[in-house]
């Protein structure tokens, strides 16, 4: 029976003292104390490590990792993480149930605990064309299985709140089932909020601003504080800590691989702490809260729990040294690869004369404006005659042949005789492309068309591109190679003159109609606060 010894933190009883674990058959069989009394400065007992519960990220997409779900368990596992809901509606956009049971079937090819949620909007809405859709009886069956821990994010919320008869049949059947539903809500508030959140939606990761967290939090909601690759709200909502703990969980939602492979919740954890934020609460955050919301079959280092646990030199960097799930340690395990992909695509190469436009100088154009570090954008009137203040973009439905491309603007991305763009188009996951002329727009549409799906920048005398075979979202390849094949395109496009920190993540989002205000999706361009096409 293996023992460990060390500083054990009891999130139960909020104490750190001295002892040993002793674990049987992947479960604490028993935790034996030294002396009677805590550990009076556990930060500075330098003569023993600290044993505590794994982390628990409460809200992520694997696929935006671009790593197979085996893959991201085995990089998630070495930064103290042992357990991860999932929403798999990225690649259930792409490829419906069969996209859903890859995921799974993956996912036990890790130790990883990772938990699935059901899909509650494929596609996010009826605005544009995904590759499935799953309504309300697929859904029902889904849940029925077993297998997943809680309805996945109601991002149609104007479709909850219109009473939409396939959302309103989702929430039933997950509350008939007992199972937690969760929310997409930014910016929602009042009696809308209220009306959202009463058909039974829980959670919430979408919260812009410290105020609006707060009442979500008042009105029932419980608040899943997001730090990923793209939106970073970490420093805005933390203090929410101070304010109900209880009541916060932690979250990355869209992490990409080269952020995952330098930290994980665990980074979050000790930013929390170094701020000052009681050490039990943020810990609760990480691991507590996501059990008892979900019902998930984690362990808490008690007696009788599954053993899932992590050790660590210090309370301060959390970083482990050790990291064991159901009594097995599985930070040692090598990194497993890829055994078969899935896909759907269909869109054939294209010519410029499908995307070509016209309009007259002091002709007013509609822009999309995004902004660095959140998925909100805004809106700006530009004259057609300043192009150098806006360039064009496309979203190509890749689900059928000969589709039209939407055609729209956006202003921010400064590329200088170049394009570049991918299949990763949230959430349905299109072709969307951005470029400084047509003619570069098109050379890196069908390049993505024959690669059936990935990332490509190109100029006029390069091409870098990031093949993404699994559902155009997911490499098949090892983690050093999906680091490097990636930060090499985005090496590109910023050679290109963009800005932006995340450039392909950022227009990966501007297809996104469940987001304010202005997006492109394949079927033209849609303002998402008034939920209609302009």
Not at 80 to 96: F, L, Y
């Amino acid at each position: 029976m293996p023992q460990l010894t060390g500083n054990i933190v009891d999130l139960i009883r909020r104490e750190i003292y001295p002892g040993t674990v002793t674990i049987a058959d992947g479960r604490i069989a028993r935790i034996d104390r030294f002396g009677n009394t805590p550990a009076d400065d556990s930060r500075h007992n330098g003569s023993l490590p600290f044993l505590l519960p794994g982390f628990i990220d409460s809200h992520v997409h694997i696929e935006s990792s671009m790593l197979s779900p085996a893959l991201y368990g085995h990089t998630a596992l070495g930064h103290g993480t042992v357990a991860v809901v999932a929403d798999p509606h990225e690649i259930a956009n792409v490829c419906g149930t069969d996209g859903i049971r890859y995921m799974v079937e993956q996912a036990r090819r890790t130790p990883l605990k990772i938990h699935y949620t059901v899909p509650s909007c494929v596609p996010a809405t009826p605005f544009e064309t995904s590759g499935a859709t799953l309504d309300s009886r697929t859904v029902e069956e889904l849940l029925e299985s077993g297998v997943f821990v809680a309805l996945g994010e109601m991002m149609n919320y104007p479709g909850v709140l219109g009473g939409d008869d396939q959302c309103i049949r989702k929430i039933e059947a997950a509350r008939r089932r007992g199972i937690p539903v969760d929310g997409h809500a930014p910016l929602l508030e009042g009696a809308d909020l209220r009306r959202y959140i009463g058909t039974g939606i829980s959670t919430d990761h979408e919260s812009c601003s410290l105020r609006e967290a707060r009442e979500k939090i008042d009105a029932g909601m419980m608040i899943q504080i997001r730090e990923g690759s793209q939106s970073r709200e970490f420093d805005t909502l933390i203090p929410l800590l101070g304010y109900r703990p209880d009541r916060v969980m932690l979250c990355t939602d869209d992490l990409k691989a080269s952020g995952l492979s330098r930290g994980h919740i665990n980074r979050l954890v000790s930013r929390a702490v170094a701020l000052g934020y009681d050490l039990f609460d943020v810990l609760a955050a990480a691991t507590l809260n996501p059990i008892r919301h979900y019902r998930l079959k984690v362990g808490l280092l008690q007696p009788g729990d599954p053993a899932d646990l992590i050790c660590c030199p210090d309370l301060i960097h959390f970083t482990p040294s050790q990291v064991w799930i159901e009594g097995k340690r599985v930070d040692t395990l090598p990194a497993p690869g890829t055994d078969r992909t899935v896909n759907h695509f269909l869109a054939e190469p294209i010519t410029t004369g499908i995307i070509a436009t016209s309009s007259a100088g002091n002709e007013l154009l509609r822009v999309i404006r995004p902004e660095e570090g959140t998925l909100i954008t805004g809106e700006e009137l530009i004259p057609a005659g300043e192009k150098g203040r806006y360039q064009k973009m496309i979203v190509l439905n890749r689900y059928a042949p000969h589709a039209p491309a939407a055609i729209g603007y956006v202003s921010g991305f400064n590329l200088q005789d170049g394009a570049f763009g991918s299949t990763i188009a949230h959430d349905s996951h299109n072709l969307i492309v951005t470029g400084s002329s047509d003619e570069l727009i098109v050379q890196a549409a069908n390049r993505l068309i024959a690669m059936q799906g990935g990332i490509v920048c190109c100029d006029r005398d390069t091409m870098t591109e990031m093949p993404l075979p699994v559902g155009g979202l997911m490499s098949d390849a090892d983690l050093g190679t999906v680091i490097r094949q990636y930060d090499r395109i985005e090496r590109h496009i910023h050679a290109l003159g963009c800005p932006f920190s995340t450039p392909v993540m950022q227009l990966a989002f501007l297809a996104l109609p469940v987001i304010p205000s202005l997006r492109l999706t394949d079927r033209g361009l849609f303002d998402a606060t008034r939920f209609e096409f302009v």
